[in-house]
């Protein structure tokens, strides 16, 4: 008995046992330290003094029937320390009978396991957070797994739900692509799962079926989580509205750009008549009234340009190459009525750009610069931290008017259109660029763009 007596009161489980009636007989040192209870304060005692009140009369009468009856009790047990304190046991409780066959005591093995009981219950804690969170989120979120190259339903949002027509229990083990996919897009879809297969992200442009039966455009976002690929996340974010009005504003700039050409080739036929004549007229007479013919002439031919630059502007830019800005400025300056004045260039910038539009925005601003600050005034074209500037010494803009100086038909000069900023905001735009103007170095206006890649 000696070593057996040893092993019982050096293991780290509390051990105690009892008479049939529940009197503490024994108690070994870990279940001093354990429950706070001395040997000499438990022994002839009942096992009741452990009871946190926490359990009811049902569960101690099920435990005692079980081992009253023969059988060993398993389960997990919330008790009270002396101190008050509650702790939850993994209690196994042992009859011992004798040569007879009679159950003469009970041992209680006991291991302390709140830490884990606790860990337990934070996790589940997270995890009730989690799935509050996720049903929270206003975007279609569904939590799947990769079986044989079907995306298998493990969790899917309340927005899901609704946005595609099905209930938790529908989804939960369901194929994703059988439920959404179309017979016309199942090569699509199959090509998607490959690429997830191999750990990559996939970010597309999908059709899917909503509740409605109605075939809706997506961008699906699905990421493989933490580097496993059985397990992805997908979101689907509805554009299909926001497609719908591109496609009406791309129909309508279309159509505008048809009309202002029309109008343009209406217009141009009388002016190079009108133009044809005054010439002829001026040929033979020196009457100064010709020159402001003339002039008014330029200026109508000057707004038909304006008009048919402005109706192409709208559209986004596609395709960009790299662009020396210095060049575009250069080249550009040869094509604009300079008069008498000069350029700085003090830029060794390439930009990202439509070179075409990025001349026509140029222009516009060199322009602008001489038809507001004069013929002799001094232009500069130079680099800011994330793009370029245009720059001039001429009389500025007025700081209540900047706010207003892009708009169409917005202009200080008796000679100009009010196009010509406009179309510059247009093609900044186009390029996702930002414009802002300002008062330059010398007390002239500087216009800013940047954004610029």
């Known amino acids: 008995m000696r070593p057996f007596r040893a092993a019982v009161e050096s293991t780290g489980h509390s051990i105690y046992w009892t008479d049939t009636t529940g009197t503490i007989e024994y108690v070994n040192p870990a279940f001093e330290e354990q429950t706070g209870f001395s040997a000499e304060e438990a022994v002839g005692s009942n096992a009741s003094i452990l009871q946190s009140g ?89 939590l799947t797994y990769l079986e044989q190259d079907e995306a298998v339903i493990k969790q899917a949002n309340q927005a899901f739900q609704d946005k595609f027509g099905f209930t938790g229990r529908e989804l939960g083990g369901a194929s994703l692509d059988q439920l959404l996919v179309d017979d016309a897009d199942t090569p699509e879809a199959h090509e998607i799962n490959d690429r997830l297969t191999q750990g990559e992200r996939v970010r597309r442009e999908v ?6 039966d109605e075939s809706r455009t997506f961008i699906l976002n699905a990421t493989p989580l933490d580097g496993e690929r059985d397990e992805l996340l997908a979101t689907y974010i509805d554009i299909t509205d926001r497609k719908q009005l591109e496609d009406e504003l791309r129909d309508r700039t ?33 009457n100064p009234q010709l020159e402001r013919i003339q002039n008014a002439h330029a200026r109508m031919e000057e707004l038909i340009e304006n008009i048919l630059m402005l109706a192409s502007q709208g559209k986004t830019v596609d395709e960009t190459e790299p662009v020396s800005l210095g060049d575009c400025v250069t080249r550009t300056w040869k094509t604009v009525a300079t008069q008498e004045a000069d350029l700085a260039i003090e830029t060794e910038r390439t930009v990202a750009a439509d070179e075409n539009r990025l001349r026509q925005l140029v222009g516009n601003l060199l322009r602008n610069a001489i038809e507001h600050g004069g013929n002799d005034v001094t232009i500069t074209v130079g680099d800011i931290d994330d793009g370029f500037y245009v720059a001039d010494d001429g009389s500025g803009i007025p700081a209540e008017e900047r706010p207003h100086v892009f708009k169409a038909g917005h202009t200080s000069a008796e000679t100009g ?20 103007v300002t008062e330059s170095s010398d007390g002239g206006a500087r216009f800013e763009i940047t954004g610029v890649q």
Not at 254 to 270: G, I, K, M, T, Y
Not at 419 to 427: A, W
């Open 207 to 212: 059709t899917r079926q909503a509740a409605d």
């Open 417 to 436: 259109t009010g196009l010509g900023l406009s179309i510059v905001k247009e093609i900044v735009d186009a390029h996702d660029w930002a414009i802002a």
């Open 254 to 286: 279309e159509e505008l750009q048809d009309f202002a050409n029309v109008v343009s080739h209406d217009l141009r036929n009388p002016l190079n008549v009108a133009k044809g004549h005054v010439e002829l007229i001026a040929a033979e007479s020196d």
């Open 54 to 142: 926490v359990h009811g009369d049902l569960f101690y009468e099920r435990l005692w029937d079980t081992i009253l009856s023969g059988d060993v009790w398993k389960g997990e047990i919330i008790n009270e320390r002396k101190n008050g304190e509650r702790y939850v046991v993994k209690q196994t409780i042992s009859p011992i009978t004798d040569d007879a066959g009679d159950i003469i005591r009970f041992v209680a093995v006991n291991e302390d396991i709140s830490d884990l009981r606790e860990a337990q219950e934070r996790v589940e804690r997270e995890r009730n957070r989690f799935a509050d969170l996720f049903d929270a989120v206003p975007v279609p979120l569904v």
